[in-house]
Nanobody
Framework: QVQLVESGGGLVQAGGSLRLSCAASGRTFSSYAMGWFRQAPGKEREFVAGINWNGGTTYYADSMKGRFTISRDNAKNTLYLQMDSLKPEDTAVYYC????????????????WGQGTQVTVSS
C-alpha cells in the first residue's frame, strides 16, 4: 500500500504561482512512476503531468507545457508540481497518483491516489 497526501493548494490570482506537494508513505516510493491529475467541477478527471521512477523522464499535457513542472525527491518520498502563469481555467482539485508510467500517461489510471487539494485561480 502507498498512502499519498497532497498539500499546497489554495487561492491565487491569475498569473500567479503555486507549488503542490505530495507526500508518500508505505511501500517504496521510488518503485512507482508518479503523476498529477486534476478535475474541475462538471468535468472529467484529466492528466496533468507524469514522471518516471527516477525523475529522468517527464511528460505534460499540452495545455500545461511551459507553465507546469513536475519533479520528485525520492530521498524525501515527495512529488512536486510547480505551477506558474496560472489561469482561471486551471481551477480544479489536483490529485497525485502512483502507478505504472504507461498507465498514468495514457490510461488516466493509477494504483494509488491521494485525496486531492483544491486550486482556485481568480481572474
Amino acid at each position: 500500500q502507498v498512502q499519498l497526501v497532497e498539500s499546497g493548494g489554495g487561492l491565487v490570482q491569475a498569473g500567479g504561482s503555486l507549488r503542490l506537494s505530495c507526500a508518500a508513505s508505505g511501500r517504496t516510493f521510488s518503485s512507482y512512476a508518479m503523476g498529477w491529475f486534476r478535475q474541475a467541477p462538471g468535468k472529467e478527471r484529466e492528466f496533468v503531468a507524469g514522471i518516471n521512477w527516477n525523475g529522468g523522464t517527464t511528460y505534460y499535457a499540452d495545455s500545461m507545457k511551459g507553465r507546469f513542472t513536475i519533479s520528485r525527491d525520492n530521498a524525501k518520498n515527495t512529488l512536486y508540481l510547480q505551477m506558474d502563469s496560472l489561469k482561471p481555467e486551471d481551477t480544479a482539485v489536483y490529485y497525485c497518483a502512483a502507478g505504472g508510467f504507461q498507465s498514468i500517461l495514457y490510461s488516466n489510471s493509477a494504483d494509488y491516489w491521494g485525496q486531492g487539494t483544491q486550486v482556485t485561480v481568480s481572474s
